[in-house]
């Protein structure tokens, strides 16, 4: 093996090394169980998914800069969300800001299909040549107003918005199949609730799981973005 293979194969080892380290310590001590979510979070190479200038950082207990002021979850966050949405080899499953494409591998593992919407043209470039390249095959990524959903390819069985809501969009309601769950952050700029909503029986019921701090969702259920860089609903 050339000096340069055999280097490139440490790093993996010691990619893979704080990996588990990172599943042990900030997800099955922190109380995720479900074994199929601390799997996929195994299975997902984050140093993939981050700027080459973070990747001493990608297994780090914290969200890291991905570009154009934007971050990928911590990794604590990624698998609390999987976990909640409560997903089925068989479900189709929507994300809402799908940034650097990372919490959509995750989902790939759990779900049947995931479709991942994106706001950010440039961002939307580089997580579908990511995704192709690590072999996601089961991943379909759009650019568009994911606070719209993607009504195309409803109804699914979970759908999980990534960004920071003023309220919960109706319209992603409507997009959930019978039995289906939307987790969605809600809140203000600053600071927001991670919220569960169920829906059954034409009911929907809603729990709030724990407070939570993510980029806000912009389009036309989102926040407007003024000219200043201030947000008004
Ligand atoms: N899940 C991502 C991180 C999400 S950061 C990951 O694993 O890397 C939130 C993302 O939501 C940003 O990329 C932002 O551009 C996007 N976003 C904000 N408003 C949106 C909207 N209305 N529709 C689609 N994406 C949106």
Redesign the pocket.
């Known amino acids: 093996m050339s000096a340069n293979g055999a280097g490139t194969a440490t790093a993996t080892l010691q990619f893979d090394s704080a990996r588990k380290e990172m599943v042990a310590r900030q997800i099955r001590e922190r109380g995720i169980a479900s074994p199929r979510v601390l799997d996929a979070m195994l299975a997902v190479p984050r140093h993939e ?1 981050v700027p080459a200038s973070c990747v001493g950082e990608a297994y780090d207990d914290k969200p890291l800069q ?1 570009g ?1 002021a ?4 911590q990794p604590y966050m ?1 698998a609390a969300a999987a976990e909640a949405l409560a997903i089925e080899p068989t479900d189709r499953v929507l ?10 591998a995750v989902l790939s593992y759990l779900a049947r299909e995931v479709f991942a ?4 043209t440039q ?1 939307v470039a580089t997580a579908r040549e990511r995704l192709n390249r690590l072999g996601y095959r089961n991943v379909n990524i759009f650019a ?4 719209l959903g993607w009504p195309m390819a409803s109804p699914y069985n979970a759908i999980l918005v ?2 920071a809501a003023p309220a919960v969009p109706a319209t992603l309601v409507d997009q959930l199949a019978e039995g289906g769950r939307l987790v969605i952050p809600v809140g203000n700029a600053e600071q927001q609730d991670l919220m569960l909503l169920v829906k059954k029986e034409n009911r929907v019921t809603q729990q709030t799981l724990f407070p939570c701090r ?6 036309l259920h ?1 926040w407007r973005l003024r000219p200043d860089g201030a947000l008004e609903k």
């Open positions: 998914f991905i154009e934007q971050t990928i979850s990624v994300e809402v800001g799908c940034g650097s494409g990372y919490q959509a919407v994106e706001f950010r961002l568009g107003d994911g606070s990534s960004a993510f980029v806000p969702l912009l389009g989102g």
